[in-house]
């Protein structure tokens, strides 16, 4: 690792902890219970730079390594895992529209989403189509200049916030050959929004429907050709899988710090609960499984930087970053989930209570193990790249 | 359970039936607005269960703690925060008045209680002391034939709806000398302070009891000064028995809910239940379900027997609840992205679950109860 970047990257943690303690804690729980999205603090978050990390410096991104970038995105997820996951799809859209989109598509989209001035989203799922994504129902039918979109996106995060819409739509057989990937704007006509979700956690970002009524996408909005839309969506979703275990490494990290703080101040039987052992094995172990899924992202990451800075297509190499990116998922994810659970628990009464942040993690925390696939499929995925590696 | 009654049998259908009709429908809706369902709680006492553990001579139903669980169960399965409530009320404040209070105490108390025209609620905690019980640092000072009570308690189920308090003071300086007063809003011998908002257990009200230097005459004590200490320790075994009742019930709504669902929704072509991760899901939850549900009633049973004991009583609570949030976790992931939202009732199950982890004593102060009676008799099992 090199001195120079780590110093950047402590530098950028700092400035994230600085802003989001001005500018995110202060209303964290209220925004959390009425669920308001604020794009100012996503603009602002893109005004130090981490909006579009791994983004080219030619179009106002950063040109950082994926292990610079996940660093940042745990810091953010620290004080908000809601405005760390708009950052992590927005970059997943940079990212695909980086590497298969062609010139003129990097130069009219890329710029102002790395720059944090726009959202983007990613419409993949709808309701009859979660884990088996390729089974998707929604269509784009070839028409003069374009095609025709219809159809609807259920669970789309930044949905009504974003402007740029990757989505997914079937123009050819069923399955995942038949599917191309599109551009599609905020404002298109035939392009409208449904319902927002009401959840338990996340409730900052919105989660929302998008719904097609033959709306026009022009031909230039097809992301390289028709029919390679899944093979998109699944080149995006490897290091998509990456970034949410570092946010479940920052969520993890800071319902420790919280439950670690309040154990040592606590006091009951006359002694700072951290003395009973109860609650001092508990944050040892919590410590332990944040390192550990710590690690795993590291590993993921390094893999993936080596990936983009190799030349050649070293089928190997993927199949290894493949396995590390979904564990560090599972992994981290379930981390996340067991360590805010048990922050919680050290709280006792209070952490039960929106006064304090603790029972705001663990609501956020579960999604972590069922988005950019379930923690079960994530198990298949993870058998599969096992085979190739062990059998060839 | 075969082992059930025919009363206690009947009892399980009246209140299945009640939470069909009565808690279901709305359990979303106050889970969502974070407000009491006051109509189904005087709906409660129509159907006789306020008083379930009450005598019949107060309008009490008479029944024992298998009764008592079959209502947490089978009302916590259609709103378990409704259900807290619930038990704040005929377990922690109406039980006690049954068991320690006075005959003239009864007689004006109880029925009020048990009719559900009054509300109940019991304060035992404070901000300082949770876990701690036994330090409680609310003052009740004897002035003539009077009391002044001064102090604050924390974290009340039915606070801000109650009209009577059953109160654990501190009436000498030793940690024994506790002392209970039952404490009437009419009289203004106390005030509720601001709800609290919380993660789940949303439709039941928790607050905080004040009083600040209330009056309070001599009739309102409960037996004399310093028999609390036997008194809550008493009714902790049956309020541990009751309260897992509620991650029973859920427990069981969690097992339903997944097999509806495993048997709708289809991914890859087939129903999920035919995936053996999801078919894990549900044989593991359903058989943790049965082992508790045996468990539960088996203790509850040796206790209306006379067998009590506060070792399995804090067995109980240590094991099922966690089992429970476990469970309410594995539901959510069962359904996907739709267990994540409101729409679906897994995720306000897994809310409602952590509660029964950290109230009527923590999981490490069960661990403590437990680990401390087992070494110090050292027996066999
Ligand atoms: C807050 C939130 C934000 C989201 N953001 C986005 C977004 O921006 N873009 C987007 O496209 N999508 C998004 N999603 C959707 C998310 O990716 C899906 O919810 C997820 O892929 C799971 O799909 P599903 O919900 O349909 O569950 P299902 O696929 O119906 O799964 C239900 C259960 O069955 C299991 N299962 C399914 N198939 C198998 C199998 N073969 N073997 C074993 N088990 C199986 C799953 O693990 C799960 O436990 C979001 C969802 C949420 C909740
Ligand atoms: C929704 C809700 C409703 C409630 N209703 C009522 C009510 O109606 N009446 C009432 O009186 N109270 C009520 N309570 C209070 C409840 O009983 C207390 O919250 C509980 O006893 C824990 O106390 P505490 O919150 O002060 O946590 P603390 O005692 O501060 O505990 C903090 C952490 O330290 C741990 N800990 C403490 N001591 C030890 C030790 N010796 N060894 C190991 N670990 C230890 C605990 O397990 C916990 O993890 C309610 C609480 C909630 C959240």
Redesign the interface.
């Known amino acids: 690792m090199s001195e120079e970047r780590l110093q950047l990257e402590s530098q950028l943690c700092e400035e994230i902890k600085k802003f989001t303690k001005k500018n995110i804690w202060p209303e964290a729980s209220a925004d959390d219970e009425k669920q308001i999205f604020r794009k100012e603090i996503y603009q602002k978050l893109g005004d130090l730079g981490i909006a579009g990390m791994t983004t080219s410096e030619k179009y106002n991104g950063m040109g950082l390594s994926y292990q610079s970038y996940t660093r940042a995105l745990s810091e953010v997820a620290r004080a908000s895992v809601a405005y760390a996951v708009t950052l992590s799809v927005s970059g997943m859209v940079q990212n695909i529209i980086s590497q298969f989109g062609n010139n003129s598509q990097k130069e009219k989209y890329l710029s102002e989403l790395a720059k944090g001035q726009e959202i983007g989203a990613f419409a993949l799922t709808e309701s009859n189509s979660g884990s088996d994504a390729s089974a998707l129902k929604s269509t784009a039918k070839k028409t003069k200049g374009g095609y025709l979109l219809q159809g609807s996106k259920i669970f789309i995060t930044s949905g009504g916030v974003a402007k740029t819409y990757i989505v997914m739509a079937r123009t050819g057989e069923e399955g995942a050959k038949g599917i191309s990937a599109f551009i599609v704007t905020d404002g298109m006509k035939g392009f409208s929004y449904g319902k927002k979700e009401k959840k338990m956690g996340w409730r900052v970002s919105p989660t929302t429907e998008l719904i097609f009524n033959q709306c026009f996408v022009p031909k230039e909005n097809l992301l390289k050709e028709e029919g390679e839309g899944f093979e998109i969506a699944k080149a995006a979703l490897d290091p998509g899988r990456v970034t949410i275990g570092a946010i479940s490494v920052g969520l993890a990290k800071e319902a420790f710090y919280q439950a670690f703080k309040y154990a040592n101040e606590r006091k009951q039987f006359k002694k700072p609960i951290i003395e009973f052992q109860a609650i001092e094995f508990m944050l040892a172990e919590m410590n332990m499984e944040i390192c550990a899924s710590e690690l795993l992202v590291a590993k993921a990451c390094e893999l993936l930087d080596q990936i983009k800075a190799s030349k050649k297509n070293n089928e190997i190499l993927k199949n290894t970053f493949g396995k590390y990116a979904s564990m560090a998922k599972v992994k981290a994810s379930d981390t996340a989930m067991k360590v805010t659970t048990d922050a919680v628990q050290i709280l006792g009464g209070v952490g039960y209570t929106a006064e304090y942040p603790v029972e705001r993690f663990m609501r956020d925390a579960k999604v972590l193990q069922i988005v950019e696939g379930t923690n079960q499929i994530q198990r298949g995925l993870i058998a599969r790249y096992l085979k190739s590696e062990i059998l060839g | 359970m075969w082992f059930f009654s025919s009363e206690e049998k009947e009892l399980q259908k009246v209140c299945r039936d009640f939470a069909a009709k009565e808690l279901a429908p709305k359990a979303q809706y106050h889970d969502?607005k974070e407000s009491f369902n006051l109509a189904a709680f005087k709906k409660m006492g129509e159907i006789g269960v306020l008083g379930i553990t009450a005598s019949a001579d107060y309008g009490g139903a008479g029944l024992g703690a298998t009764a008592a669980t079959i209502s947490m169960e089978e009302f916590g399965r259609a709103c378990a925060s409704s259900t807290l409530s619930y038990l704040a009320h005929t377990i922690l404040c109406v039980n006690n008045i049954q068991n320690n209070a006075s005959k003239e105490q009864k007689e004006k108390y109880l029925p009020k209680l048990i009719s559900g025209e009054w509300v109940g609620c019991m304060g035992m905690?404070e901000p300082?002391?949770?876990?701690?019980a036994v330090?409680i640092q609310t003052k009740a000072v004897s002035v003539g034939d009077k009391y002044r009570i001064t102090g604050t308690k924390?974290?009340i189920t039915n606070a801000t709806y109650a009209d009577i308090a059953y109160v654990y003071t501190r009436t000498g300086p030793e940690k024994k000398n506790l002392t209970t007063f039952i404490l009437e809003k009419n009289k203004k011998q106390f005030a509720a302070g601001k709800a609290?908002?919380?993660?789940?257990?949303r439709a039941s009200p928790?607050g905080e009891l004040i009083f600040d230097n209330s009056e309070v005459e001599i009739s309102h004590r409960v037996g004399k000064e310093g028999d609390s200490i036997y008194h809550m320790m008493k009714n902790l075994e049956l309020e541990r028995i009751t309260i897992s009742g509620i991650s029973l019930g859920l427990a069981r709504a969690c097992v339903e809910q997944c097999v509806k669902y495993a048997n709708e929704r289809?991914?890859?072509?087939k129903t999920i239940g035919n995936?053996q991760?999801?078919q894990k899901i549900i044989a593991e939850m359903s058989a943790e379900y049965e082992m508790m549900r045996c468990f539960l009633y088996s203790v509850a049973k040796e206790y209306d027997k006379g067998n009590k004991g506060p070792t399995v009583a804090a067995q109980v609570k240590l094991a099922i609840p966690k089992i429970a949030?476990k469970i309410a976790?594995d539901a959510?992931?069962l359904h996907?992205?739709y267990?994540?939202?409101?729409?679906f009732p897994v995720?306000r199950y897994?809310?409602d679950s952590?509660?029964m982890?950290?109230?009527a004593g923590?999981?490490?102060v069960m661990?403590m109860i437990i680990a401390k009676n087992l070494l110090k008799t050292a027996q066999t099992i």
Request: hydrophobic fraction near 30%; proline fraction near 0%.
């Open positions: 969502e905690s300082e002391y949770g876990s701690d330090g924390m974290w609290i908002h919380k993660m789940g257990m928790t289809k991914q890859f072509g995936y991760l999801i949030t976790l959510i992931q996907g992205g267990g994540y939202s409101r729409e995720e897994l809310r952590k509660l982890e950290i109230g923590t999981n490490e661990i």
